[in-house]
């Protein structure tokens, strides 16, 4: 049995344990979302990739409530998986991983933590309460630290997900023109610019030859006009700080592209690393980090990379 099959059954265990106590929000779905984005990176195996196919498999449980029949089948499965005591210690990384988010483990979190621990011997029905109660404090954090972003009504969801398209749509509200593109592709490529900046401002400072460049893809990649490419770029470049939700960033442009569209944007991360003379070893590893977390192989990764020479 595979690593991942147990973290994706973890992970719907994890949903039906939200869904609980009743209703959930639109913001805690999301912030929902943002944690189980990660769940695929942890415990000894970090390279495991999730398909969109494997998340749309998740986003079902997110749809509509989990009822008791559905959770006692969810933790059924759980216990069939955690067989031996890998098993166990992977799905206890991944409930780690899952609290520390935030970089904020509480002591309540902890002894819940530890209860999970002792109960997983013998996984049965208490162990679900236990992961609703552990997973209620980093949704709840979670789910504050968006709540407190500006709110501009009608692009208040933008924002929160993707501020690079935000405050492009602000600029061209106040400037009163359009790029004359769908705003699906408008989106998409300001996700794209937000991390190719990301990039490019692992050094701390984005160099004109890097900013070039930037512009350069986002023109090819979109037939913008250079105009239109600068402005997202421009803004791309203001926003990168720590303030910039790398956890949306990733997954909005994960659920937004297919697998020829992200493959061929690590060729893009690349040369826009490579565009001030040589990939530093840093922006080597931003890139790493970045191919992984939207759900793109070692393989793949490295193939990109040897395209620079």
């Given at each position: 049995m595979s690593d991942k099959e147990l973290i994706m059954t973890l992970a719907k265990v994890i949903i039906a344990a939200a869904w609980a106590d009743g209703d959930i929000t639109i913001q805690e ?86 209860k999970i621990r002792n109960s997983l011997e013998g996984v049965d029905l208490s162990i679900f309460g236990q992961i609703g109660r552990l997973i209620r404090g980093p949704v709840q954090r979670r789910t504050a630290v968006v709540a407190n972003a500006p709110n501009r009504e ?156």
């Open positions: 779905v999301n912030s929902l979302k943002d944690l189980l984005f990660r769940l695929p990176h942890v415990g000894s195996d970090q390279e495991m990739q999730m398909t969109a196919r494997e998340w749309a498999r998740l986003e079902i449980y997110l749809e509509t409530p989990v009822e008791a029949a559905e959770r006692a089948r969810l933790v059924n499965e759980l216990q069939a998986r955690l067989r031996t005591p890998k098993d166990r210690a992977l799905a206890l990384a991944a409930l780690e991983d899952l609290i520390q988010a935030d970089g904020i483990v509480t002591d309540a979190e902890r002894a819940v933590s530890e009608e692009y208040f969801d933008d924002y929160v997900k993707n501020k690079v398209y935000y405050k492009v749509r602000q600029r061209l509200n106040w400037d009163g023109t359009e790029l004359g593109i769908p705003e699906a592709d408008l989106r998409k490529l300001s996700l794209a610019g937000g991390l190719m900046a990301r990039v490019a401002y692992v050094d701390q400072v984005v160099t004109d030859d890097e900013f070039a460049m930037m512009i350069n893809a986002l023109k090819a990649g979109w037939d913008i006009s250079p105009e239109s490419a600068s402005l997202v770029a421009e803004i791309a470049v203001s926003e990168i700080s720590d303030d910039l939700d790398y956890f949306r960033l990733v997954r909005e442009f994960f659920t937004s592209t297919n697998d020829n569209e992200r493959i061929g944007f690590l060729d893009t991360l690349f040369a826009v690393a490579a565009a001030d003379g040589e990939v530093s070893a840093n922006e080597s590893v931003e890139i790493r980090h970045i191919a992984r977390s939207i759900g793109l192989s070692q393989q793949q990764f490295v193939e990109a990379k040897a395209k620079i020479g």
